[in-house]
């Protein structure tokens, strides 16, 4: 499940980026052996847990606090690439 409270941010342009898309998803495997992975694409920042090692308490939890802190304004994704200086 998604951010479904992600917002939209503009500046004083008119441009508009999109707010971070937080989730914590369960799979059965991860890589190494890990419990969890995080992944980043554009748009959306998601936790990836191994099933039995993060309770569903814990996910809707967590997803709760990191929703804050990205509503809060305190965490920002930047999906754009560096900008090339000028010549």
């Known amino acids: ?3 479904e409270d992600a917002q939209t941010e503009g500046n004083s342009e008119g441009d508009v ?4 898309e937080v989730d914590i998803e369960f799979v059965d ?3 190494d052996g890990r419990a969890v992975m995080a992944v980043e694409s554009e748009g959306r920042f998601v936790w990836l847990a191994v099933r039995g090692h993060v309770s569903p308490q814990a996910r809707e939890e967590m997803l709760s606090d990191l929703r804050y802190i990205v509503r809060a304004g305190l965490w920002q994704q930047n999906w754009l690439p560096p900008q090339a200086e000028p010549h």
């Open 17 to 20: 980026t999109p707010a971070v």
């Open 1 to 3: 499940m998604a951010d």
């Open 29 to 31: 495997a991860l890589p």
